[in-house]
């Protein structure tokens, strides 16, 4: 769909939804990011699935990458506060098809491992788009995701136990580089025209029967 045409569609499906609405998303966007991007091999336990989803809600990171090998990523939706509805998740069936589209986007694609020779987090490089991947409960990563990634990251630890949760480890991580960007003269927000889908699916997600009156806009 034409730039413009876009334009006008949300234009139009904007006025089914509240002013305060509407200020909300217009807000909350010019905070939005493609820059960092979080990939979860296998991740099967809702309740973490849940809290990811809040957290790169939370930190501006608008897409999640989900390899789906062995389990389906299902996340609960009173964890995750709606969360889902914010967020663009993209599937995939192995850690290779992911990593290959992944760089055709210009990622450079980023393990994390307690275990790994790795950069500690804070001093991982952020001068091109990252990609964090994390592996499932208890099992970490898999071989092929440590094999054919670009760089590995580590989360300094000073206690007795060797790893945090999935989903504290996500945060952490996400925290970090956000602010690390923030901070930054780096161009991390989003481009016009990456701004213009996102607000469009927004106001997707904000309007009762919108498949209905987006069909109404065009049959105009």
């Known amino acids: ?53 809040r957290s ?10 989900l390899i789906e090998q062995r389990h389906t990523f299902s996340p609960t ?23 290959d589209k992944l760089r055709e986007q210009g990622y450079k694609i980023v393990a994390t491992s307690p275990h790994k020779k790795a950069y500690p987090l804070h001093d991982l490089p952020i001068d091109q788009k990252v990609a964090l991947v994390f592996g499932a409960e208890a099992m970490g990563l898999t071989d092929q995701a440590f094999d054919l990634a670009d760089d590995y990251v580590t989360i300094p630890m000073y ?19 956000i602010q690390r960007l923030r901070n930054s003269d780096i161009n991390w927000r989003l481009s016009e025209q990456e701004l213009v889908d996102v607000r469009l699916n927004w106001i997707k997600s904000s309007v009762r029967a919108a498949e209905a009156l987006e069909k109404k806009f065009f049959q105009k």
């Not at 960092?36 to 699935?49: C, Y």
């Not at 009173?78 to 992911?98: E, L, M, P, Q, R």
């Not at 060797?162 to 970090?176: H, K, Q």
């Open 77 to 99: 939706k009173s964890i995750a506060k709606g969360a889902g509805k914010w967020v663009d998740f993209y599937k995939h069936k192995n850690t290779k098809t992911c990593y």
């Open 1 to 53: 769909m034409d730039i413009k045409v876009k334009k006008k569609l949300i234009q139009y499906l904007s006025e089914y939804v509240t002013d305060n609405k509407l200020e909300k998303i217009n807000q909350i966007i010019q905070d939005r990011t493609h820059y960092v991007t979080v990939v979860l091999e296998d991740l099967f336990h809702p309740h973490n699935a849940s809290a990811i989803t």
């Open 159 to 177: 206690g007795f136990t060797e790893s945090f949760n999935v989903s504290v480890s996500v945060a952490i991580c996400l925290y970090d580089i």
């Open 56 to 65: 790169a809600d939370c930190f501006g990171v608008q897409d999640v990458h």
